[in-house]
């Protein structure tokens, strides 16, 4: 599995939005409020109908993800960000969590050298610079049959207001564009706010 350097003073890669200390405590205030909770819950439990027990999340943020899915003890959690400050955030908030471990890195740099039955990645991969290589990167994380996950806000159906956020969302041509592009097989899943895309 090769690694690539991390880059942009934290985990950037060149053209990511960054998130230091002022905007990881205000995603840390949005998150508490409840505010994504949904897509959360949305992505919690698709995670947990999988069966998959080792798993990767990629860009966790404040690591709302892990402590979800950390109570159960039969799953192995890992958690990386770019963000040196959303790190210490998540690290702190999932202290004691003995099968929760988190570290600085992101969709190009994994420091955790073992494969995953499931990497997933939620609210995060809209951020992502040259997403179709991340992808293959990732891919050389996966176990045999292992699939990648990635849980966005639907960018078709956004309407009024929300529409001013659509260039933080994701829609089923981009994902079968990306897929065209990097040779991986995706299916793609919608409701009326979020899309999942599984990528092999």
Known sequence: MKHHAAVMGDGYE??????????????????????????????LNDIIASGSKSILDIGTGVAELPLGLGARRNLEIFAVDPSAAMVRIAKFRTRGCSNIRIALGSSRHIPFKRRFSLIVSTLSFHHWANRDEALLYLKGFLTKNGEIRIYEYNKSNLKGPARMARAHSMDKDDFEELARRSGLKVRVYTNSEFIKAVFR
Do not use: M, N, R
Not at 14 to 35: D, P, Q
């Open 14 to 43: 060149k053209g990511e939005e960054k998130f230091g200390w002022l905007t990881s405590v205000g995603y840390l205030i949005v998150t508490k409020l409840g505010a994504l909770k949904a897509i959360y819950a949305f992505a």
